[in-house]
């Protein structure tokens, strides 16, 4: 099982940008897709983008698509999370979290990731 840790959350304003990190223990981190969630006080956890293994399939919640980009360095162990053009709805705690083989249809399904790191919040004033 993979550890996690986020990283880069902070208080930025309407329109603004800002990147996550999500660092990874273990020499298989390679192997493992990724993905980023999302959780606003009082509402469900709910999925903001995946990445596969090689980085070849990039699936993204309609709500982000077009403002963040979500992208890997096998190489440093670390996944990220580009986000441009930030909107007060984007505020939340965001979670980075993995597991072993390509999810499916089950991508954005929060129990179907075994892994998980402690989030990292994101406010967006407006």
């Known amino acids: 099982q993979v550890q996690l840790l986020e990283s880069g959350g902070g208080l930025v304003q309407v329109g603004g940008s800002l990147r996550l990190s999500c660092a990874a223990s273990?020499?298989?981190?390679?192997?493992?897709?990724m993905a980023w969630f999302r959780q606003a006080p009082g509402k469900e956890r709910e999925f903001v983008a995946a990445?596969?293994?090689?980085?070849?399939?990039?699936p993204y919640a309609d709500s982000v698509k077009g403002r963040f980009t979500i992208s890997r360095d096998n190489a440093k162990y670390t996944m990220y999370l580009q986000m441009n053009s930030l909107k007060p709805e984007d505020t939340a705690l965001y979670y980075c979290?993995?597991?072993?083989?390509?999810?499916?249809?089950?991508?954005?399904?929060?129990?179907?990731?075994?892994?998980w790191g402690q989030g990292t919040q994101v406010t967006v004033s407006s």
């Open positions: 273990g020499s298989t981190f390679s192997s493992y897709p």
């Open positions: 979290a993995a597991r072993s083989g390509w999810p499916g249809t089950l991508v954005s399904v929060p129990s179907s990731y075994r892994s």
């Open positions: 990445v596969s293994w090689g980085g070849g399939s990039t």
